[in-house]
């Protein structure tokens, strides 16, 4: 079975621009979670949905917003982007919230 | 609230010595526990969870940890180093509602 995948690898965007990242879990798996991964920290906890629904977020601005497809695949979103906003973007699946999470490759932003 | 502090940011050990790597836990509730490991350019794998059955848990690649609730720590533990463990490591606790909490991690290298 393939694992969590993440599209774009990379991607570099200037200051102010909108960013989008995707996130398709592994099959069967209905939760999903980001994580923000600045360089030299560990991941951040910024948006968990199950079942297409919110059910948490971390402490991240407005700018940063992310949604679940009916087929349990995820989109972050990051508004105004600034240069704070260079990371490695990391999604997780698990069966349900509750459940063992499984780590995507990660999406590295780079804004100049 | 949970959280986790690693100590030692850098670890340096000999191939065939001693992996050791310190994480010690705050949490109101009892802890989900976890160690994940990242390569270079990769996302996190799991090496291994305490969620609250034996004490002394064993990972993947040899790695275990063991649960000491009277120091709320959660040390990983290797007895012999390999090249391939080069890598980081980041301890890790889970909220009530399923969210992680990453430590800063710590970065192991292993000299021959």
């Known amino acids: 079975d393939a694992g969590v995948t993440q599209s774009p690898t990379h991607l570099i965007k200037t200051r102010g621009q909108q960013v989008t990242l995707r996130c398709s879990p592994i099959s069967g798996h209905k939760s999903v979670s980001w994580y923000q991964q600045v360089l030299g920290q560990g991941p951040q906890f910024i948006f968990q949905y199950y079942e297409k629904e919110e059910r948490g977020r971390g402490n991240f601005p407005d700018r940063f917003s992310a949604r679940q497809f009916p087929n349990y695949s995820s989109e972050l979103n990051v508004n105004a982007l600034l240069l704070g906003d260079s990371a490695l973007y990391l999604c997780a699946s698990t069966v349900d919230p509750f459940g063992e999470q499984f780590f995507g490759p990660g999406t590295r932003l780079t804004v100049l | 609230a949970q959280s986790v502090t690693q100590l030692g940011s850098h670890v340096s050990v000999s191939e065939g010595a001693l992996v050791l790597l310190r994480c010690n836990y705050s949490?109101?509730?009892?802890?989900?526990l976890f160690w994940y490991v990242q390569y270079p350019n990769q996302g996190l794998q799991l090496l291994l969870k305490?969620?609250?059955?034996?004490?002394l848990v064993k990972g993947i690649n040899g790695f275990e940890a063991e649960f000491k609730k009277s120091e709320t720590s959660f040390h990983l533990t290797k007895p012999s180093a390999h090249m391939s463990d080069a890598a980081e490591y980041f301890c890790a606790v889970s909220d009530p509602e399923g969210k992680l909490q990453f430590g800063a991690g710590t970065q192991v290298v292993v000299t021959p």
């Open positions: 305490y969620t609250s059955a034996a004490t």
């Open positions: 949490s109101s509730v009892p802890p989900y």
